[in-house]
């Protein structure tokens, strides 16, 4: 991939990223006053502290690889930034992970507690479900999309993949296991932003067969170099202080494998991930060029 595609890439992720920033209040505050202020407060508080709000941007992206236009599908891409911005929320909580810092600000719970925050990730994985109705497409897609979110949400997805995750704190897990609590709880919700874009796009079954292949392949891409950042990259990189999984007796392709053989194995999920969408052609030169440049993150 040229450096012009990896600029490009990153210029259409900034548009549309901008683009999510101006919809997310609007959508938020659309269903009319609330019940309680602090509540709302406390969910945009989360809702906008920013962040790559990668998920909506690979939704779009995905729609626009499958022949439409991924900005006709703002609501179900903010959505899905509500569902992400919930987990994030809970796993902050002192039951979970008890962070006191996410994105350089206090979490939630450091602002508001432990149960208004709580409330707020449970409002906003439940709103989230309110937008995707606001689409403008027909009934019949609306509830696949909706169907696709739930699925990737629940316990076969991200809560299921953050419970193996808690159970398996201090323990050194197989290799296999991890890369199914992975697919869980972090690749779950890439498929589902993926597939609901090509699901809104009214994809043919070869390129929404073709799509989740890339979804799989970038999840796993995805979490192999975060765990390669742990050790090579820097705190302002990652978001945490480098080494914190080694610290923390935290199971990881770099720990239970090595550098050298994480390195080769997230080079490969990047290839599968190129070739699953090579068919389609220049309609998803943006998802290639976001692959590769995931992988490039640790050099």
């Not at 208004?116 to 409002?123: H, V």
């Not at 169907?147 to 201090?170: I, R, T």
Request: aromatic content about 4%.
């Amino acid at each position: 991939m040229t450096e012009t595609a990896i600029k490009e890439m990153k210029t259409q992720w900034n548009e549309r990223r901008e683009l999510v920033e101006s919809e997310l209040p609007k959508q938020l505050r659309q269903s009319g006053k609330p019940l309680d202020e602090t509540l709302t407060e406390s969910m945009e508080y989360s809702l906008m502290a920013g962040g790559k709000r990668l998920r909506p941007i690979l939704l779009m992206a995905a729609a626009d690889a499958a022949g439409a236009k991924g900005e006709d599908f703002l609501a179900s891409a903010c959505a899905i930034e509500m569902i992400h911005t919930y987990s994030l929320i809970h796993d902050d909580l002192p039951a979970m992970d008890n962070d006191d810092y996410r994105r350089g600000k206090l979490t939630n719970h450091k602002i508001y507690g432990a149960g208004i925050a709580t409330l707020a990730g449970d409002a906003l994985l439940t709103l989230a479900f309110e937008v995707m109705t606001r689409e403008d497409v027909s009934p019949e897609i609306k509830l696949a999309v909706i169907q696709e979110m739930s699925a990737a949400a629940g316990p076969q997805g991200m809560v299921g993949g953050q419970a193996v995750d808690l159970e398996s704190e201090g323990k050194r897990i197989p290799l296999e296991k991890l890369r199914e609590m992975h697919l869980g709880k972090t690749g779950a919700l890439f498929k589902a932003a993926i597939r609901s874009g090509a699901i809104l796009a009214k994809a043919d079954e070869k390129t929404l067969a073709a799509l989740t292949d890339y979804a799989l392949a970038f999840g796993l891409a995805f979490q192999i170099t975060d765990d390669i950042l742990d050790v090579v990259g820097d705190e302002a990189t990652i978001g945490k202080p480098v080494g914190s999984d080694e610290r923390n007796n935290k199971s990881t392709y770099v720990t239970l494998t090595s550098l050298e053989e994480a390195r080769r194995l997230a080079r490969e999920a990047v290839d599968d991930g190129l070739k699953a969408i090579a068919p389609l052609g220049d309609k998803a030169k943006f998802l290639g060029a976001l692959l590769e440049y995931l992988i490039s993150r640790d050099n």
